[in-house]
């Protein structure tokens, strides 16, 4: 993208793909053990794990955007990287689970199988998150439901951009993020304050408005890089603190900046790690996989598992629809 702004020099030996993994098992395994009752662990905090893709996310979808020569050339990459894996998924396991439906082939293809593809392909999972006689009748994919706010994320992102070149001076650009992150936290709190008093449904919780934060704590990071790479070791114990803290109070005012200092601080110390993803990154195919995978193997077993075995059998085959995936799909269309 044409513009006064100079990309930062980001040490190509980092740790960021390692960190995108470790989050995606950390969803992996918290589903999984949920899954049979043993899935309260701080270990597995899906939502913090979420929430540090949303961070990284914000890093460096920002760099494409400035590296991009266009907004056409912004979106189209961002498609080809969400799109075609999103939909295979998407569609092979809306054929697969006709033979674990409880209904013969001929109603299971029915309109409500033509109603979650069409929810499911516009990415409002909730709106029909199950497949007719499925699972009893639990989501398919209950990943799914962060995908549309990664997507309205990649849309408003230009937007926030324009408004940050048009500020004349460092505090006021500094300024827009301060508030995009205050009204992102006010929407939190308030939500969990009035929601049940004001009968509004639990779905707002789960909105990009919620999450705006998070993605702007790594937008701030790459926007202001000499800084931060200067205050890093100084940053990281009070965050180490606010993140500690955020799971005693049961409050996320600070935990987005906390969690992405540590995120950004511990990619670049453990830059070691490059090696993690670097020929193929399986986080965004094990995302999509591993839950559909998981509903399979339970209902296959009666839910009658071991769950070591039962987590390792999720996480190999996962592994390997992903490899497939990337290895013969996505990479060929980069």
Same mark, same amino acid.
């Given at each position: ?94 054929? /697969? ?53 990664? %997507? ?63 993605? /702007? ?5 790459? =926007? ?23 799971? /005693?109070?049961?409050?996320?005012? =600070? ?40 509903? %399979? ?17 999720? =996480? ?12 013969? /799909? ?5």
């Amino acid at each position: 993208m044409k513009s006064n702004f100079e990309l930062p020099a980001i040490p190509k030996e980092n740790a960021f793909n390692a960190i995108r993994l470790l989050l995606c098992l950390i969803v992996l395994f918290m589903h999984a053990f949920g899954k049979v009752g043993i899935g309260n662990a701080y270990l597995f905090d899906g939502h913090m794990a979420v929430c540090g893709f949303f961070i990284i996310s914000g890093f460096w979808v920002t760099k494409s955007y400035f590296a991009a020569p266009n907004l056409k050339a912004f979106f189209t990459k961002r498609a080809k990287k969400i799109f075609p894996m999103y939909y295979i998924s998407l569609i092979f396991f809306s054929f /697969v689970c006709c033979y674990f439906s409880e209904l013969p082939a001929q109603e299971y293809f029915g309109a409500e199988y033509f109603k979650y593809l069409f929810w499911n392909a516009i990415f409002l999972n909730f709106m029909h998150p199950s497949l007719p006689g499925c699972f009893a009748g639990n989501a398919v994919n209950g990943a799914l439901r962060t995908i549309k706010i990664e %997507i309205g994320f990649y849309l408003i992102l230009p937007l926030i951009l324009h408004f940050w070149k048009k500020m004349q001076t460092a505090l006021g650009k500094n300024m827009l993020f301060a508030i995009l992150y205050a009204l992102s936290v006010a929407y939190n709190l308030i939500l969990k304050s009035y929601a049940k008093n004001w009968h509004l449904p639990s779905q707002l919780e789960h909105q990009l408005p919620s999450f705006i934060s998070f993605f /702007v704590s790594g937008i701030f990071i790459f =926007l202001n890089w000499d800084f931060f790479l200067k205050m890093k070791n100084k940053l990281l114990l009070p965050s180490v603190a606010a993140y500690i803290l955020h799971y /005693v109070t049961k409050s996320e005012i =600070l935990f987005p900046a906390a969690l992405a200092v540590i995120i950004v601080w511990t990619a670049l110390t453990f830059k070691r790690l490059q090696c993690v993803g670097q020929t193929i990154d399986f986080s965004w195919g094990i995302y999509l996989f591993h839950f559909p995978l998981m509903q %399979i193997l339970y209902h296959c077993t009666g839910g009658i598992v071991c769950p070591p075995v039962y987590v390792a059998s999720i =996480l190999g085959i996962s592994f390997t629809f992903a490899f497939i995936a990337e290895k013969y /799909v996505q990479k060929r269309i980069k």
